[in-house]
């Protein structure tokens, strides 16, 4: 097998990882009323990013077709999924567990990750 196409392979396991960082986190906590762990949540959203990007140029490199529009969709997504958990982790550290804005940030949050799976399985 050609290196580049491990490459992808390794790439696609770990943005599956990453999906799971996002999403199992979300799926346990939102019931809950204590307060929310951002931390994994957080970590999962940059790897998605990181390694979403990665995957396109993996594709690229070996003269796979990429759908632009498919990935300029994800791409939005995922980063505004990311945006809503830092601000949530920002308002968390400056006004404490109590904060009222962290929770809907956070349901947001899983709401997109929620969606980027659609985008992803559904878009072909
Ligand atoms: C929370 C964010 C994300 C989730 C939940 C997610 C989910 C998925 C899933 C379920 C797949 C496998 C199904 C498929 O091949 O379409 C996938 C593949 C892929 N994703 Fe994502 N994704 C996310 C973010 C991103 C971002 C930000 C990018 C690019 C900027 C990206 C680029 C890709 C690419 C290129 C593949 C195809 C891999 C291949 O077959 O080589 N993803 N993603």
Avoid: C, Y
Wanted: proline share 4%.
């Amino acid at each position: 097998m050609p290196p580049l196409e491990i490459a992808r392979l390794a790439l696609l396991v770990i943005h599956f990882v990453g999906l799971a960082a996002v999403i199992g986190p979300f799926l346990l906590q939102v019931r809950r009323t204590q307060p929310l762990r951002l931390r994994a949540m957080l970590t999962g959203a940059v790897v998605q990013v990181l390694t979403g990007n990665a995957l396109i140029a993996a594709n690229r490199l070996q003269g796979m077709e990429v759908d632009e529009l498919k990935m300029i969709v994800k791409l939005s997504v995922a980063v505004a999924l990311l945006v809503a958990l830092i601000v949530a982790a920002v308002i968390r550290r400056r006004r404490g567990d109590r904060a009222t804005a962290v929770r809907p940030l956070f349901r947001l949050a899983g709401g997109l990750a929620l969606a980027d799976v659609v985008v992803a399985v559904v878009w072909t």
